[in-house]
């Protein structure tokens, strides 16, 4: 408890209490006030929440430009040229020869690597499980056309017993061909939709492998090679028309 003790203002007049109700005149006595006076524990405390509050902004500032730094400094994210390939073959159900590719996720090549497709796992990491396929049956080259920035795939026939077409084009053993963006690639009964999916980086491509139930020919060029009888009767294809030459012993059947 403390008495107000306000002084008298020099002209005389009288001072007024900053809390009457303890000075009233009423009372006929100066009336004790309590004044509550700021304890160090508080004063303390505000002063540690000040800080902790210019901290937290100060963190927050410096995360921020942290991240922004990192995302200006960052390298531009390139696409890859990815090479889709859908296979089919009529005995794929029982004889199980895509068993060994990965049909699940996209696989990422290097740029001076060939990809190789046969039945030698030790050389072709595009295994084909079939006795009738040549160690190494075609290979494919990445690579970039002179003076431009597009990419293209070199196919080359592998097998010097069985030639590869790709569309119409017929390749014998050695030969080569720059791959359309989209053709079909065949050899024996084996058919494989390719297509090129454009991209900008330089290092790597990507494969990513499919797997149709019908046959491809069937399904995308057989209506558009026939030709359209008069009368609206189509004649009837030989088994062995469009089959190139295949390894094959001769009394091996699908």
Known sequence: MQRCTTPGFPDGSEPRCAQPACCSPALGRAATCQIRLPTAS???????????????????????HFIMTSFEEDETEETATCLHMTFYHPCQQDKMMFR????????????????????DSNVCHYN???TRVSRIQF????????????????????????KLTVDQTELGYLN?????WKCI????????????????????????LHLAKVPILQ????????????KGIFPSLSPSQGKSPIEID???SC
Do not use: W
């Not at 508080?42 to 921020?64: D, N, Y």
């Not at 290979?139 to 069985?162: A, D, G, H, P, V």
């Not at 399904?219 to 008069?230: A, G, H, M, N, T």
């Open 176 to 180: 080569k061909v720059d791959l359309p």
């Open 219 to 230: 399904e995308r060029c057989l209506p558009s090679l026939q030709p359209v009888p008069e």
């Open 100 to 119: 060994c590719l990965n049909f699940c996720k996209r696989e990422q090549v290097r740029a001076d690597e060939m990809a190789k497709f046969g039945r």
């Open 42 to 64: 508080s004063h303390l405390a505000s002063i540690l929440s000040r800080a902790q509050h210019l901290r937290a902004t100060a963190l927050h500032t410096h995360r921020t």
């Open 128 to 130: 084909l499980v079939d």
């Open 250 to 252: 001769e009394n091996e």
């Open 139 to 162: 290979s494919l080259q990445f690579y970039r056309k002179l003076n431009s920035s597009e990419f293209c795939f070199e196919i080359k026939n592998m097998s010097k017993k069985t």
């Open 185 to 208: 690639i065949c050899f024996g009964d084996y058919q494989i939709l390719a297509e090129i999916q454009e991209g900008e980086a330089m290092d790597y491509f990507e494969t990513h």
